[in-house]
Every structure is written in structure tokens, then in C-alpha cells.
């Protein structure tokens, strides 16, 4: 089969043929249709704390990088339950299980991992969901228990992106009252979301969030080095959590011990991608695809990525 690989993290991203892998039991094969882009896939390219641990947890040979994943059914493992031939699936491929990554013609996919996709939610789509949209259901419905919390509100600062513009919408479809921190070229598509928008590039967005909470939960897409803890934990109510997904080494205190700030890095479950799909089959959610750039293009995705400008998500299509 053909992958996106480089031999090094700062050579580009090219087409480099590799062997088929045989199945595990639990697996399965996907022809890929298209492939989410993540910060994530970037930053295993590098040397940093991602990158070293996908060299010393992956599969052995090329990088080859990509978690988020949506195609057809080629074969199954011989454990396999509710998978066949010819099904339209969305997965998350897992390097932890020396699975290579999604920027190929084929994808090898734990069951666990994957969920049915019905006919009524396109591959484009669908790839948009396993790692932003597991990331803002982990924040919201697990670590921020939002389903339980009675009249909630929650801050999301990076509202316009990946994370952010689904974590708006799983929010508000619980009946949820959201804030949505993001520039003023984004204010209508925040609101269009369900959010009231806060324009960060007008005056103290801190002084105007508090004015607005305080609030069950603080989920930031951007990063601690921009929102640090001190901007966070103030907004929050007694028994709110704070969620990050881009912490700093100086968080870490904070996040082994047990307290009130979190880190997600959404890991895609069959249950966690059955809800978030069955929510965009209702029409509840809706992935907002900024581009759909040719597989064989995967580089400038990168580039367009790392300019860290993106509203919605990045889609690469096979």
C-alpha cells in the first residue's frame, strides 16, 4: 500500500510504498476515504514528547501519522463483532497498539476503536469527529460531568476551532449556556454554533468572562501558555473543573495530582463515536470542514495547521 511518510521530521511528506500488515484479531481493515487533521499529527513528526513516544510505542519502519480515519470495511479480524465487509466506518488509529496512522490507502483500526457511520453522514464528515470530537465529549460529558449539572455554563476559549466549535455544540445540545472566546472574524460562525461570542482582540476577556460566570466548566483549546491557570481557575464555581488540551511542563504539578484542571487528548471509543455520530445523523452537531485537501497534499495540510488559523477542522480526502 501507499502512505504519506517522510524519513525525517524535517523532510516532507511524500508517497512511499509499504506492505500490508496482517490483521489482528480484534481489528479491522479500512480502505481509507478520508483522514482528519490534527495538531497531533504534526507533532508526532517532531522530536517532542508525542513524536518520542510514538518512535519508542509504534510500529516499527516509517512514520506513518493520522488518527482520525473514515472509510469501507476490506476485512475483519478474526474476533471481530459487528463489523462486516462493505461497512462505512470512522475510527481512530491508535500507535499505542503499534497501529500505524491514517495517511494511507489502507488503515487498520482496533474494533473498539470504530463505530458504524449511517449512509446520511458523509466520510468528510465523519473524520472530523474522532479526535476533536471525542476530546470535547471526554471534557463536557466525562471529566465535566455536563449532563448532570443543573442550568450549566460553560467558557470555551478557541471556539472557532477543531475542539472548540464541536465542544460549543455538544454544550448547548444539552441545554447548556455557552461562552465562546475567539477573534472578531469568528463572532457570527461562534454564534451560528449556539455561543455568545467573546472577542478576545476587544479589551480584557478575562474581566468580561467573569462578568459572566462563574462557570461549571472552562475548556481551552488554545493552549496554557496563552490561558494559563491563573486566567482559568478564577472563572469557575466552587465545584467547576478546568480542562486543558495543550498544557505546558509547568501544569504538570497540577495535573497529577488530584484537582480541578484536567488534560484531554480524546482516545476514540465505539461509545464515545456512537454518540457523537448519532448526534450528527440528528443533526444536533455539525463539523465544520475548512478545507478538504487531496491526501496526496498531506505537507501543506501541516502547514496550513500549524499557522494555528483553522476554523473548524482540516479534512484530507484519499
Not at 175 to 184: E, P
Request: net charge positive; proline share 6%; hydrophobic share 40%.
Amino acid at each position: 500500500m501507499k502512505a504519506q511518510s517522510s524519513p525525517k521530521a524535517s523532510e516532507p511528506l511524500t508517497w512511499l510504498e509499504l506492505p500490508s500488515r496482517p490483521l489482528r484479531r480484534n481489528q479491522v481493515r479500512l480502505r481509507v476515504a478520508t483522514a482528519g487533521v490534527n495538531p497531533v499529527d504534526w507533532k508526532m513528526r517532531g522530536y517532542e514528547f508525542l513524536g518520542i513516544a510514538q518512535r519508542l510505542l509504534g510500529p516499527s519502519g516509517p512514520i506513518v501519522v493520522g488518527i482520525d480515519v473514515a472509510g469501507t470495511v476490506t476485512e475483519v479480524g478474526a474476533d471481530v463483532k459487528g463489523f462486516a465487509l462493505g461497512d462505512r466506518v470512522v475510527g481512530g488509529t491508535d500507535f499505542s497498539k503499534r497501529e500505524r496512522g491514517s495517511y494511507a490507502e489502507e488503515a487498520i483500526v482496533a474494533q473498539e476503536n470504530c463505530a458504524k457511520l449511517p449512509d446520511c453522514v458523509p466520510f468528510d464528515t465523519a473524520a472530523g469527529l474522532p479526535v476533536a470530537g471525542s476530546t470535547a465529549w471526554i471534557a463536557l460529558y466525562e471529566h465535566g460531568r455536563l449532563r448532570e449539572r443543573t442550568s450549566p455554563k460553560v467558557l470555551v476559549l478557541g471556539a472557532a476551532g477543531g475542539v472548540g466549535h464541536l465542544a460549543v455544540q455538544l454544550a448547548a445540545r444539552v441545554n447548556a449556556q455557552v461562552f465562546g472566546v475567539c477573534s472578531t472574524r469568528n463572532l457570527a460562525f461562534v454564534e451560528s454554533l449556539g455561543a455568545t461570542p467573546l472577542d478576545y482582540t476587544k479589551g480584557d476577556v478575562s474581566e468580561a468572562a467573569k462578568a459572566l460566570g462563574p462557570f461549571d466548566i472552562v475548556l481551552d483549546c488554545v493552549g496554557s501558555a496563552e490561558y494559563p491557570r491563573s486566567f482559568c481557575q478564577p472563572q469557575l464555581k466552587p465545584d467547576g473543573i478546568h480542562v486543558q488540551i495543550v498544557p505546558r511542563a509547568s501544569d504538570l504539578p497540577f495535573i497529577a495530582l488530584p484537582g480541578r484542571t484536567f488534560t484531554v487528548l480524546g482516545r476514540a471509543s465505539q461509545e464515545r463515536l456512537e454518540g457523537l455520530v448519532s448526534a450528527v445523523a440528528s443533526g444536533e452537531l455539525k463539523v465544520h470542514i475548512a478545507e478538504r485537501i487531496p491526501l496526496a497534499e498531506a505537507e501543506r495540510a501541516h502547514a496550513v495547521s500549524r499557522g494555528g488559523k483553522v476554523v473548524g477542522k482540516l479534512v484530507l480526502v484519499a
